[in-house]
């Protein structure tokens, strides 16, 4: 049972167009999510994150937007760069349970000159 | 660097053969957790680590699997008799307050 869903195995853009990335999750339970990035045979590196308290959070091109009722949150990165290039992953965690994350299986995204 | 280093980045196995890895987390982070992504999938979660104490492990451990973490310090992955479904990428990742976790580089297994 895969409690957090990357439905776009994939997602290819233009240069200084938005990327938008999508995540759903079925634990109620979550309360804490992040986006991760990660390129080929190195550790995903932090990007951004939102407590379930929210429903919007910033940080210079990426947004990440919370649906709580529908169990949605999504990823914008305006404008999208070459250097984006890489596989996204969504991760979720709920309090007491050690901070430990459940991924979804990642979106590769390709930002085209 | 101060961030979390993890070695050997490569490992080649036999089939068999017992192979060790080792994640140094951020040297004020309490917390350490060891996941394991296989091709095509998102990062699985292991075990964790509260300073020494393992406080939990996924039922993905199986007993061929032991980890440690002597003094609250680095850790260890140790896995015996390895087998060919054992290779993956195993990450390491630390976390003291807050709610990100930061994670190594990985160490890539492949079990011939």
């Known amino acids: 049972d895969q409690q957090v869903k990357q439905n776009s195995p994939s997602l290819s853009v233009q240069e200084g167009r938005i990327s938008i990335l999508n995540c759903d999750y079925t634990?109620?339970?979550?309360?804490?999510f992040l986006w991760y990035k990660k390129y080929p045979a190195e550790g995903p590196t932090f990007l951004i994150s939102?407590?379930?308290?929210?429903d919007k959070n910033e940080d210079g091109r990426f947004t990440v937007f919370l649906n709580k009722s529908a169990k949605h949150l999504s990823l914008h990165i305006v404008p999208s760069q070459p250097g984006d290039s890489a596989v996204y992953f969504c991760?979720?965690?709920?309090?007491?349970?050690?901070?430990?994350?459940?991924f979804g299986k990642g979106t590769l995204l390709t930002v085209n000159p | 660097d101060t961030g979390v280093s993890q070695n050997p980045r490569h490992k080649i196995t036999k089939r068999g053969q017992n192979v060790t890895f080792r994640c140094d987390p951020i040297?004020?982070?309490?917390?350490l957790y060891w996941y394991r992504q296989t091709l095509g999938q998102g990062p699985e979660f292991l075990t964790y680590?509260?300073?020494?104490?393992?406080?939990?492990k996924s039922r993905l451990l199986s007993d061929r699997f032991s980890a440690e973490r002597p003094k609250g310090s680095f850790s260890t992955l140790e896995i015996q008799r390895t087998e060919q479904g054992d290779s993956a990428m195993y990450l390491c990742?630390?976390?003291?307050?807050?709610?990100?976790?930061?994670f190594g580089p990985g160490t890539r297994l492949l079990v011939l």
């Open positions: 991760a979720a965690r709920s309090s007491g349970s050690n901070y430990k994350l459940t």
């Open positions: 634990n109620s339970m979550f309360d804490y």
């Open positions: 939102i407590s379930s308290i929210k």
């Open positions: 040297s004020e982070h309490n917390r």
């Open positions: 680590f509260q300073n020494e104490a393992q406080l939990e």
């Open positions: 990742a630390s976390l003291m307050t807050g709610e990100t976790q930061y």
